[in-house]
């Protein structure tokens, strides 16, 4: 069921389009361009370049909202999310680098996402094996 205010704000509207596809809790690509059509994509971009410079707190009012109706929407919101905000809180990005970037998710509606392993996480990314053993526990029953 879609939040309340869906509707009155972009979060609800956005919510009430997305529980239209009825996603469930499974991939569907009418998810994510649900989200560009609603413009939240530019959530994290800076107020000051005109942008909708939200913050945490904004973010996580958007994937309640589309928790309520899909399992799939929030992770995929906050991945970009987690993505766009690095980049601009980072002093660590070029400033040509993160212009661009910023210009491909206005321009073009991109949508951000990173994969990373960890040592020992087990991850078959680059040969990645797990560095735990799993052993059988001798107990007092045998």
């Given at each position: ?69 899909s399992g799939s929407a929030p992770p995929e919101f ?24 910023e210009g491909l998710v206005m321009a073009e509606g991109a949508l951000l996402n990173s994969a990373a392993t ?25």
């Open positions: 069921m879609a939040p309340p205010d869906a509707g009155r704000t972009i979060p609800g509207r956005l919510a009430a389009a997305i529980e239209a596809i009825d996603p469930g809790d499974t991939y569907n690509p009418a998810v994510p361009e649900a989200l560009v059509a609603s413009g939240l994509h530019r959530m994290c971009l800076p107020l000051e370049t005109g942008r909708l410079g939200g913050g945490m707190v904004e973010r996580v009012d958007v994937r309640a909202a589309l928790g309520a109706v906050a991945m970009h999310t987690h993505v766009v905000g690095a980049l601009v809180e980072s002093d660590a990005w070029p400033a040509d680098l993160r212009a661009w970037v960890e040592d020992g996480s087990g991850s078959p990314a680059r040969g990645g094996l797990p560095s735990t053993v799993r052993s059988r526990l001798k107990t007092a029953s045998g």
